[in-house]
């Protein structure tokens, strides 16, 4: 299951605003993206209104840091070019007549105004470029924080599926617990717990026998999707994930619900089974008791043994001291004496591998998730 957070970026108004479901709501293909909660956005707005106007105030005290290229004049450089004109000219005039004082205050506002207009068109020192530079910086990482900060105020449907819970209300402020759940049901799977014995034996796309403790009479078909490759150690146990993903189909399993599994690790078909108490040992070999008609004695047949799964054990080859077919008694040793048959099945399934569900949290084994 997904979960979704309205996030508190800022220092802006963080309540919620506005939401448009609740636990159960459905969200379609064409519903998915569109707007399921949103925090309140007016500060946001006028905070990243602020920041672009900042941005552009840094960009024009950078430019005027570099100067002016050549070609490329203003109207105060303009000015103070005319300004220089003016007291060439009239010195010019001064000194084709004028005392010598005149000419002097003259002179003196022609350099004054030479001295304006060199300060206007002279560059700047590399630290004050380097001052405005990173202002310039600053301001654009301001609008992008504010363009963040607006953006996650709303929160968007990402995918299809079933909202699993709404932990806010209108007006509650925004914190940093989960917001929305998102369920996909079309994307369930159960985490199993194998020992480190069983562990070994699973591998991935093996198909796996759920039973669900709510649904006693429901059985679901998965498929190993990932083990583990570190094990979880409760208690000094040590145990490994296995996820196993299914289709519910139509059956109404709920996330949350426990379940255990049986991985089916090799499946042999049309075998000859036998109980597997009937199966005593002599020695190195295997044998079974095969009873005879009548009073005759039993006879004892080596056998060579092959997978074992729920009391029953495959035979697959019988020794020269006689044959064992389907439908043979055989004796069990116990306290009291017992007999049986073998039988043949259509399907064996061996070295089956129990994994028991454990909490919602994805513990040992866990329940239906998403």
Request: glycine share 8%; proline share 5%; aromatic share 2%.
């Amino acid at each position: 299951m997904r979960r979704l957070s309205l996030k508190r970026l800022g220092r802006c108004d963080n309540l919620l605003e506005r939401t448009v479901v609740r636990y159960g709501t459905g969200i379609n293909d064409e519903t998915t993206g569109q707007p399921i909660a949103r925090l309140s956005i007016t500060e946001r707005q006028l905070a990243l209104q602020q920041a672009q106007a900042n941005l552009k105030s840094a960009e024009a005290q950078l430019a005027a840091a570099r100067r002016l290229k050549p070609g490329q004049p203003t109207a105060a450089v303009a000015s103070d070019r005319a300004a220089v004109a003016s007291a060439q000219a009239n010195l010019s005039t001064l000194q084709q007549g004028a005392t010598a004082a005149a000419i002097t205050i003259a002179q003196a506002s022609v350099d004054q105004a030479q001295i304006t207009l060199n300060q206007l068109t002279a560059p700047s020192s590399a630290s004050t470029i380097a001052s405005a530079e990173a202002t310039l910086a600053q301001a654009q990482v301001a609008v992008t924080e504010a363009q963040l900060d607006l953006e996650h105020a709303t929160l968007t449907a990402p995918f299809a599926g079933v909202i699993a819970a709404v932990t806010m209300n209108v007006g509650d402020t925004a914190g940093s617990t989960t917001t929305i759940s998102v369920l996909d049901p079309s994307d369930l799977y159960v985490e199993l717990s194998l020992s480190e014995s069983d562990v070994a034996d699973a591998a991935v796309g093996q198909p796996v026998t759920l039973v669900f403790d709510a649904l006693s009479a429901t059985t679901i078909t998965g498929t190993i999707t990932a083990i583990a490759p570190t094990a979880t150690v409760s208690s000094n146990v040590a145990t490994y994930p296995v996820r196993v993903s299914f289709d519910p189909g139509d059956q109404p399993i709920k996330v949350g619900m426990t379940a255990s599994g049986t991985i089916i690790t090799e499946e042999h078909t049309n075998v000859l089974l036998v109980p597997t108490r009937a199966i005593q040992t002599q020695g190195t070999n295997h044998v079974v008791q095969v009873q005879q008609p009548g009073n005759a004695a039993a006879v004892t047949v080596v056998v060579t043994t092959g997978l074992s799964s729920d009391g029953q054990t495959e035979i697959l080859i019988t020794g020269t001291s006689g044959n064992l077919v389907a439908g043979d008694v055989l004796l069990i040793a116990s306290a009291t004496s017992s007999t049986t048959s073998a039988t043949t099945t259509s399907s064996s399934q061996g070295n089956l591998l129990s994994g028991l569900s454990g909490p919602p949290d994805g513990g040992a084994g866990g329940p239906p998730a998403q």
